[in-house]
């Protein structure tokens, strides 16, 4: 009997265990045919922008190309498509990794009973993690909630070398028609990045040839390209976690790397524990937090979205996230804190959109990075912390380049004048809005706001 591999968000051939598991299980069986089936779910495929339906429709379509023209694409609810194509295949397993959001496992419960009635199992090997979400756990079996602890746990934990080579020969089939891909939006001055498995290893392997070493000193600056970029890859598995520590020593910049690894593990782990903190502030005193609302505030998360509150570093991250659905992490650190200590709206507006747009976009490492900023998350910072939009772009972006490469409208301005533009006479003359709140006057009163909360615990 054949085996169906069902792919989502592990969109490679390389170090995939459930990969292999279909594979041995389609031998096992004397027949040795694998169906490599995506499903495009039509909930997930609505809430994405632009950018996130055209990295995902590039990676899938690389993915295809690996399998030889062969990648089994239905239209449709999983919950129907999945048994569908495994009643077709008169398949008796189906093949996947284990997915720990709270969407994907409500879907995969679901698709697991449909597939049961027809007597098919459904088989979770390995998970988007060097750890799973849920074996690291305190000595009294309670989860962390704290990263550094959580880090040497894990540490201490350990993972598995990378899975085995995929196997020249194996036999993909499609028992239905192919419903095609789906239309992607077509991108208008867009710098999307290559997607797909090849140029996501190409991309790892200059990045630790030429750059791990440099990691820690240059992963905070806006302006350079100090990062792997590897985090959209990352979230639709064109490479494992395990896959890129598994090539990291103990070297400086290398034990830097693998700590911002266990953010995203840790997160997800989070995420297992809290699934309501999607939703919610995970210290339940910041649901008491005043948060304006009106047309005022509408007008303004209006221009933070679009890159026009009157401040460089924000707006030019901003239109970033739209152009390229992509973002540093210093400079989400600083939207998300503008959006949330300047504005005083809620964390969750920010999130969506972040979500919307990213083409990384992760539930786990996105709720907890706004929770994280907002201060009322697992680890978070202190409240009390508000990022100067100003001295942030000056520290981390100090010749202006980050903040002019997004901002047409700053580029007659030299050097670091493009974070000051109120500084220099004409500074305004080419249409760039003038700053759409005080920063001195709203850190104020964010703080004021915080200090009527009830006290901690
Ligand atoms: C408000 C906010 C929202 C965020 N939303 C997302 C999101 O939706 N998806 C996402 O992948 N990351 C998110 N992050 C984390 C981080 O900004 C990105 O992972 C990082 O910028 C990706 O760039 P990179 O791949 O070059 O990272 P690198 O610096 O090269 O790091 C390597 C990998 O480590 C992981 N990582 C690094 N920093 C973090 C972190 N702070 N939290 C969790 N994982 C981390 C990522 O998988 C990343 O690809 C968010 C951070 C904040 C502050």
Redesign the pocket.
């Known amino acids: 009997m054949p085996a169906v591999l069902w792919f989502r968000r592990d969109l490679r051939l390389a170090d995939n265990p459930a990969l292999l598991a279909a594979v041995a299980q389609a031998r096992a069986d004397g027949d040795g045919r694998v169906v490599p089936l995506f499903a495009l779910d039509p909930v997930l495929w609505a809430n994405a922008g632009a950018v996130r339906q055209a990295a995902l429709v590039a990676s899938m379509r690389s993915l295809g190309a690996s399998l030889g023209g062969n990648l089994l694409i239905a239209h449709g609810a999983p919950a129907e498509v999945v048994p569908r194509v495994a009643a077709a295949a008169g398949a008796r397993s189906v093949h996947c990794a284990a997915d720990f959001g709270p969407y994907g496992q409500r879907r995969d419960a679901t698709v697991e009973e449909a597939l049961t009635a027809l007597g098919v199992t459904l088989e979770r090997t390995g998970s988007p993690y060097a750890v799973a979400p849920g074996r690291v756990m305190k000595a009294d079996q309670t989860p962390y909630r704290v990263f550094t602890p959580f880090y040497r746990a894990w540490l201490a934990h350990g993972w598995r070398a990378p899975a085995d080579e995929c196997p020249r020969d194996v036999d993909w089939w499609m028992p239905i028609a192919c419903d095609g891909y789906p239309t992607a939006p077509e991108l208008v001055g867009t710098l999307l990045p290559p997607m797909g498995e090849q140029s996501a290893l190409a991309r790892w392997d200059s990045f630790r040839e030429h750059r791990v070493a440099e990691?820690g000193e240059h992963?905070n600056r806006a302006d350079l390209d100090g990062?792997?970029?590897?985090?959209a890859s990352?979230?639709w598995g064109e490479v494992h976690?395990r896959t890129l520590l598994s090539d990291l020593d103990d070297s400086e910049g290398a034990e830097v790397?693998r700590k911002?690894?266990a953010?995203?593990e840790f997160?997800a782990d989070v995420l297992l524990h809290h699934p309501s903190s999607v939703n919610s502030s995970l210290d339940s005193r910041f649901e008491q937090m005043a948060v304006d609302e009106g047309a005022v505030a509408d007008e303004r998360f209006a221009a933070w979205c679009e890159g026009r509150t009157g401040y460089p570093f924000v707006d030019a991250g901003m239109r970033q996230l739209i152009a390229e659905g992509?973002?540093?992490?210093r400079v989400?650190?600083v939207v998300?804190s503008f959006l949330i200590k300047d504005l005083h709206l809620p964390w969750w507006r920010?999130?969506q959109w972040?979500?919307k747009h990213?083409r990384?976009?992760?539930?786990a490492?996105?709720t907890?990075?706004?929770q994280?900023?907002a201060g009322c998350g697992t680890d978070a910072s202190p409240y009390y912390r508000v990022f100067n939009p100003v001295t942030q772009g000056l520290r981390f972006d100090p010749n202006g380049d980050y903040a002019r490469r997004y901002i047409p409208e700053l580029r007659h301005l030299a050097g670091s004048a493009a974070h000051e533009p109120w500084t220099v006479i004409d500074g305004f003359s080419q249409g760039y809005p003038a700053r759409v709140v005080d920063h001195a006057e709203e850190r104020e009163e964010s703080l004021r706001r915080l200090a009527a909360l009830p006290p901690r615990q």
């Open positions: 990691y992963r990062t792997t970029l590897l985090s990352l979230k976690p790397l911002e690894i953010w995203r997160y992509w973002m540093h992490n989400r650190m998300a920010g999130a972040f979500m990213l990384d976009g992760d539930l490492s996105n907890h990075g706004w994280w900023t």
